[in-house]
């Protein structure tokens, strides 16, 4: 499974409280990233990561903001969460010296009311 | 900009029967990879085949095999003798072969496989 652990699992929050969400990985490779899965959409790129500081804006990164002070951990943050930001949130990485796919962890599911 | 394109969003087999599930995609790069992924009830996200562009022979793995032809962009996935645990959605996705942590994944829509007893 990669050693890919996100928190929380489900969370369910309310408009305009900030939120974040942990992905910790056990196998410190250097590529992390966050998507998010919407019906019709797909997975969608929010933010990635190359790095310690060393992160990047996906396609979809508006009202989003990551940070990763360590190897293994990876945050994301919504700032002032609203209702469109209700979506399941997947973390990956990819494994150093493998330019192939990426592994996932569980998955994330955020219900903004 | 590549895109991916999945045009079934559902689909349905009999237990036992081979379906094949299409996915098209848009791209000017010549080195890349595709894959296949599966996302059963549980939300979990896993590789079901991986194809590298360069290599002219269809990726296998057990029942899963791919078609795919390069010059139309088209990478369809074959499962064959199909089990009630393929029931799942599944992403086709595309991802270029350089340009370290910017080579992301870029994702179809998926499709929703139902497998009938």
């Known amino acids: 499974d990669a050693g890919i652990t996100q928190s929380p699992r489900h969370k369910v929050t309310e408009t305009g409280t900030p939120v974040t969400l942990r992905c910790h990985q056990t196998?410190?490779?250097?590529?992390m990233y966050w998507y998010r899965q919407d019906p019709g959409h797909g997975l969608r790129l929010i933010h990635y990561?190359?790095?310690?500081?060393?992160?990047d804006k996906g396609e979809v990164s508006d009202g989003y903001s990551v940070s990763r002070s360590k190897t293994e951990d990876f945050l994301l943050t919504l700032e002032s969460a609203t209702s469109s930001q209700t979506s399941v949130y997947f973390c990956a990485i990819r494994r150093d010296g493998m330019n192939t796919e990426a592994f996932f962890g569980q998955g994330t599911r955020l219900t903004v009311v | 900009a590549q895109t991916v394109t999945q045009s079934q969003p559902e689909m349905s087999v009999q237990e036992a029967e081979t379906v094949t599930l299409s996915c098209t995609y848009d791209t000017s790069e010549s080195d890349y990879y595709l894959f296949w992924y599966k996302q059963p009830p549980s939300r979990q996200m896993i590789l079901v085949i991986r194809?590298?562009?360069?290599?002219?022979q269809n990726a296998t793995e057990n029942r899963f095999s791919v078609n795919f032809q390069k010059a139309a962009k088209s990478f369809s996935l074959k499962i064959s003798d199909s089990q009630l645990g393929d029931a799942a959605m599944y992403f086709c996705?595309?991802?270029?072969?350089?340009?370290?942590?910017?080579?992301?994944?870029?994702f179809g829509t998926g499709t929703l496989l139902a497998v009938q007893p």
């Open positions: 194809q590298e562009a360069y290599k002219q």
């Open positions: 196998e410190n490779h250097r590529y």
């Open positions: 990561s190359y790095g310690v500081k060393d992160t």
């Open positions: 996705a595309y991802k270029r072969n350089y340009g370290g942590a910017t080579n992301k994944l870029i």
